[in-house]
């Protein structure tokens, strides 16, 4: 069997992929292929991994979570998501570390299904707007500086994270984009999480495009690729990119950060190594990176 964990990061997705994934469950599970609402895994895989506390799980333990997952259905590939499978906001940056219960979570998660094909997803974000965005999510707000934890923010790197992932669980494949792409790449990745033939019909392929455009542009948006339909994947994510510039939605697009020491200065440094650091992790084997 497939195991597919769509981990994160924090702030980058809101739900968005698992409820364009679901509009597909019917069609989906035709092809072996289960999406589980949520309800059916979250909290059960947390508790799990948090009662063995490191232990190795009982040799049935595989068997009953994907009973109590799939309701005794039978499936080839389960797809699962949480943008919090790794930590909850407030623990992004504990104790100076960036994500530094990577290692134990996703080690969690392979063990709990050792003998399937283990997939990681992960969606990563510009540290200019991900590290305000994560601040923003936490429950309860401390200070700014004690969120950071000590860590010096030209330190954050995605890539070392990708690195950890992959150290800690050798057997996993494991797929990355950056969320600043996800309007362009959206069906690409419904397809690859999924893990449908490309020529399959999806639904949901413009979901993002629609939450984040007028709806005048929506309208052209897709008049224009019915009466001009793109012959490459390439060329349809050129008419998105230019649809968006023309008609995308300035508070969708734009935000504002009131943090301490949160200047144009520091957010732009951090974009530049941002870009350093996507480059990186574009080349580092074993990585399927999804760019436009």
């Known amino acids: 069997m497939q195991i597919v964990y769509h981990i994160g990061a924090n702030c980058t997705d809101e739900e968005r992929l698992l ?17 589980p609402g949520p309800g059916k895994y979250r909290r059960l895989i947390r508790e799990t991994i948090q009662n063995l506390d490191g232990a190795q799980p009982a040799p049935d333990t595989r068997d ?4 109590a997952i799939l309701d005794d259905e039978q499936a080839n590939r389960v797809v699962m998501s949480h943008d919090r499978f790794i930590c909850f906001p407030h623990r992004v940056f504990e104790e100076g570390q960036f994500y530094g219960l990577a290692e134990q979570k996703v080690t969690g998660l392979s063990d709990l299904f050792p003998q399937d094909d283990l997939e990681l ?19 309860n707000r401390n200070d700014f500086a004690q969120f950071l934890g000590g860590i010096a923010l030209d330190d954050i790197r995605w890539s070392s994270l990708i690195a950890r992932i992959r150290a800690a669980v050798p057997r996993a494949s494991v797929t990355v984009w950056c969320n600043e792409d996800t309007p362009l790449i959206w069906a690409q990745l419904l397809r690859e ?28 948006f897709l008049a224009y690729i019915k009466g001009h339909p793109p012959k490459s994947e390439l060329q ?9 510039d023309k008609f995308a ?16 200065e520091v957010m732009d440094q951090l974009t530049e190594l941002y870009d350093d650091d996507v480059h990186e992790i574009a080349r580092m084997p074993g990585v399927n990176f999804i760019a436009p």
């Open 19 to 35: 409820k364009s994934l679901l509009k597909n469950a019917q069609s989906f599970t035709d092809q072996g292929i289960k999406v």
């Open 193 to 220: 999480l999924s893990g449908i033939d490309p020529l399959t019909p999806i639904k949901g392929g413009f979901d993002l495009i629609q939450s984040i455009m007028t709806d005048e542009g929506m309208s052209r």
């Open 249 to 264: 939605k300035d508070d969708e697009v734009e935000e504002e950060y009131d943090l301490p020491g949160w200047t144009e």
């Open 64 to 67: 009953i979570l994907l009973d």
């Open 121 to 139: 997803f992960i969606g990563i974000r510009n540290p200019a707007t991900f590290v305000p965005a994560v601040f923003r999510d936490c429950d």
């Open 236 to 244: 349809k994510r050129r008419i998105i990119s230019a649809f968006l």
